[in-house]
């Protein structure tokens, strides 16, 4: 069975600093990878995804992913952190197509939070 | 711009009742989901519609059912609500898996208090 681990519920850097935010699957084939961002009081919006091709995943305001297959790890980063940067953070996974519908699994969440 | 709308933002009901918690989307999308969030758990997978009148089980069916009528209105239902059910919901759609299109579109969530 699939699952998502994200290390640390809580972290905490300074703005201008490195954000980096773990996530780490388990999948018996190759997954999908989604790092997702929920802002408060919103729903989540996609950052980013990895389905196939380069393992460096640009997505959206400065965020970028690496799939490492060896690590089973899917890390999200950002060289500067934003104050507008503060949210919670899900990493998730998902079959390769299967079945029409996709069944994602996320993680726990990670909740990022932005010292001035 | 796509959109995911949940009939409510903030929800308050007693022990015992019957409550609907609606979700619509504008994208023509064939996937709809409902989701729960809680501290710590993450997003849990309640039910899922990969079509309308077709549903399927999630992770944490039991004290939900759901109702699919119409393509872009995917209902959840709680038969008789119970305080353990509160949470916040969370309703998403997406297109079938044709190619790399997997991205769940999420509305702003409905945060049920149950008393």
């Known amino acids: 069975a699939q699952s998502v681990t994200q290390l640390g519920s809580h972290v905490s850097v300074s703005e201008g600093a490195l954000v980096l935010l773990r996530c780490n699957y388990s999948?018996?084939?190759?997954?999908?990878l989604f790092w997702y961002v929920q802002y408060p009081n919103q729903g989540l919006q996609l950052l980013l995804k990895y389905t196939t091709g380069a393992t460096l995943v640009k997505g959206i305001n400065g965020f970028e992913a690496e799939f490492k297959k060896s690590e089973t790890s899917f890390h999200l980063t950002k060289p500067s952190a934003h104050m507008s940067d503060a949210a919670e953070y899900f990493c998730a996974v998902s079959d390769r197509g299967k079945t029409s519908y996709d069944k994602v699994i996320f993680g726990p969440g990670t909740s990022l939070s932005v010292i001035p | 711009d796509v959109k995911v709308t949940q009939s409510s933002r903030y929800l308050v009901k007693r022990t015992g009742e019957k409550v609907f918690l609606e979700c619509v989307q504008d994208?023509?999308?064939?996937?709809m989901f409902w989701y729960r969030q809680d501290p710590g758990l993450g997003l849990r997978l309640i039910y899922f519609s990969y079509d309308v009148k077709m549903k399927e089980k999630g992770d944490i069916p039991e004290g939900y059912s759901v109702s699919r009528e119409k393509k872009e209105r995917f209902s959840l239902i709680l038969e008789s609500a119970s305080t353990n059910q509160t949470s916040m919901y969370l309703c998403?759609?997406?297109?079938?898996?044709?190619?790399?299109?997997?991205?769940?579109?999420f509305g702003p969530g409905t945060r049920l208090t149950v008393t």
């Open positions: 994208m023509d999308h064939e996937n």
């Open positions: 999948s018996s084939v190759p997954p999908y």
């Open positions: 998403a759609s997406s297109l079938p898996n044709e190619g790399p299109s997997y991205e769940q579109y």
